[in-house]
């Protein structure tokens, strides 16, 4: 079973995303912080990592940098923010991000977007 | 530290306070238990009572306190001066121990005096409505101990502090319960909703599952679900959010709440209805156009922009209330985040309404609207300052050459800050035929205009710089000053 990492700040969407991944058939890992992702990130391997870009402690600009900086490049990257200006999509990509979504989204679109990048790892 | 256990260290520190001042109150020689008129023969009196033996002394301190006088003292003759002379002895040691600090906030001056200087004080300084309460509180000050004032005051702070301990914690526990329940019931709305749109129960099922939801709180916890949802998501769950809404009938809540006297309320409901019942919304917006209050105002407008998006600013015909420049500034965002199709600005130019037929303007220069060419020229006999400034800039941006004359035209009867944008507009539309109408302005008395015009020649084109060059030769106007400071980066 395909391990996926949700950073969200929004509980409500963070329990969404999870429940509308774990019908798709994904084990997911919720955390509600950059810090707390950090830290899993560093704990265990996943096949893809969901975040967004404002959260607490750390941003997603952050954890995408930590993340292709230190270890595990191969690890696909979808960003999924209300931040959608081109500085802050420009800069997702730029530090090493391989998708970016811009809330409000649709569910049934993240799960394909998320089936493309898992498929893309493989 | 325990809200209770708290207050009632405060009543043993009140309690404690007290019991000190009663000491104080009643310690010999406590400056505290004299009256302040008769302060000097108080202290005498105080004096004596130390000394048991002299009766005939206390009677006359007794006799000074109610004089106001230390001097029925001095003018009677005391048959025993040697009693006379202990007293003094005592009374001036105790004197200068509890003198103290009446001395270094009086000085010398009699008790008496001060009194007499607060009243002349009062009369020469105070207005008449305040005299009357002043000099009763001088009077009442003299009448009692100011020990008695002081334990009085220490009571009622204390007093106060109690009961604003008591609010606070009160209100804090109230607030505390309140986000509780909020949160469970939050969360619960949210997995009930979350499977019913996901497909994982039914709507009876659901319906069955929303507890309490005819309580008036609880409804507007899942309206705040509700938003939460529809901000974030999109597609299919988009149109159930909305569904759900109508089936609860939460519609009729927002309706409510826009009848509300509240301008708050009002705006809640608004918004509401805007987000998550279009349909109802388009209806109510309208009535709020015109709101007297700056904010439903604002809230109706922006709603109406989100609700018809074909013609997001039909409202300027109806609108007869100011348009606030922050409201332009939403209404632009909105438009500009939702990309709506861009109308054609000129049809509102003939507005009443200034704010409107300003704003159509920096939308007809920020879309290069060229068509509104002639209605751009006939806001330049318009009587605000603004209006003509923002068409002559309209003229400029949108390189409006034919507008180039009716603006030359209009220079010698504009604004100081209009004429120095007809000239920063020559930079624009002007030619070698506007050479000699700028040496007018270089020639003219105002460093400010002469400035723009050597600005203007220099950046016009290779000829106008040629020819503000050939200036240099009138020595005395300086143009090589002026083409220093044009040339400066910093300016």
């Not at chain 2, 526990?173 to 996901?198: P, W």
């Amino acid at each position: 079973m395909k391990r996926i990492l949700v950073a969200e700040d929004n509980k409500l969407i963070l329990e969404t995303i999870s429940h509308s991944l774990n019908r798709e058939g994904y084990e997911v890992i919720k955390v509600l912080d950059g810090k707390e992702c950090l830290r899993k990130l560093e704990e265990t391997d996943f096949d893809l990592l969901i975040t967004d870009l404002y959260m607490p402690y750390i941003n997603g600009h952050q954890v995408i940098s930590v993340l292709r900086d230190e270890r595990k490049k191969n690890t696909p990257i979808l960003v999924l923010s209300a931040a959608g200006a081109e500085e802050n999509v420009l800069k997702a990509f730029d530090l090493g991000a391989d998708d970016f979504m811009v809330k409000p989204f649709s569910l049934v679109e993240l799960n394909i977007r998320v089936r493309k990048l898992l498929a893309l790892k493989r | 530290m325990n809200p209770i256990k708290f207050t009632s260290v405060k009543l043993i520190i009140l309690i404690g306070c007290m019991s000190c001042a009663i000491n104080l109150l009643y310690t010999p020689g406590s400056y505290g238990s004299t009256n302040i008129p008769g302060s000097i023969a108080g202290e005498i009196g105080q004096s004596i009572q130390i000394n048991d033996s002299v009766k005939q002394a206390r009677e006359l301190a007794v006799q000074a306190l109610k004089t106001d006088s230390v001097k029925i003292i001095r003018d009677k003759n005391i048959s025993t001066t040697k009693t006379e002379d202990h007293v003094k002895k005592n009374s001036s040691r105790l004197n200068k121990r509890n003198n103290y600090l009446f001395l270094l906030i009086n000085g010398n001056k009699n008790a008496g005096e001060i009194k007499s200087d607060l009243i002349i004080y009062g009369n020469k300084h105070l207005p008449l409505s305040f005299r009357r309460p002043y000099f009763r509180i001088i009077e009442k000050a003299y009448n009692y101990p100011v020990i008695l004032l002081f334990i009085l005051f220490i009571f009622f702070f204390s007093l106060n502090i109690l009961f604003v301990l008591l609010v606070l914690y009160y209100s804090n526990q109230r607030k505390n319960r309140k986000d509780r329940y909020t949160r469970i019931f939050q969360k619960m709305y949210e997995d009930v909703l979350r499977s019913y749109l996901f497909g994982d129960i039914d709507w009876e099922k659901a319906l069955a599952k929303l507890k309490k939801i005819k309580k008036s709180l609880n409804r507007k916890i899942l309206i705040t679900v509700l938003f939460n949802f529809q901000d974030n998501l999109t597609g299919e769950m988009d149109s159930q959010i909305v569904g759900i809404f109508v089936k609860l009938n939460l519609y009729n809540d927002a309706l409510k709440s826009t009848r509300s006297s509240h301008y708050y309320n009002k705006i809640n409901g608004i918004h509401e209805l805007t987000n998550l019942y279009p349909e109802v919304a388009e209806k109510i917006v309208q009535q709020f156009i015109n709101d007297p209050n700056d904010l439903v105002r604002a809230e109706a407008q922006t709603s109406y922009i989100r609700l018809h998006p074909d013609k997001p600013f039909d409202f300027f015909k109806s609108l007869t209330s100011p348009f606030t420049r922050w409201t332009q500034v939403s209404a632009f965002y909105l438009f500009r985040l939702h990309q709506l199709p861009v109308p054609s600005f000129a049809q509102y130019m003939d507005s009443p309404n200034p704010n409107v037929r300003n704003f159509c303007l920096r939308m007809i220069t920020y879309y290069q609207q060229l068509e509104s060419a002639n209605e751009i020229y006939r806001t330049l006999d318009n009587q605000l300052e603004l209006t003509r400034f923002l068409s002559i800039h309209a003229i400029s941006e949108l390189r409006l050459f034919q507008g180039k004359d009716l603006i030359k035209k209009r220079y010698p009867f504009e604004t100081q800050k209009n004429r120095i944008e007809i000239i920063t507009a020559l930079k624009n539309i002007g030619n070698a035929d506007d050479f000699d109408f700028l040496e007018s302005i270089i020639h003219s008395d105002s460093i400010t205009l002469r400035t723009e015009a050597c600005r203007t020649m220099y950046y016009m084109s290779s000829e106008s710089r040629e020819r503000l060059f050939l200036l240099k030769q009138e020595s005395h106007l300086k143009i090589e000053q002026y083409i220093d400071y044009i040339t400066d980066p910093r300016n």
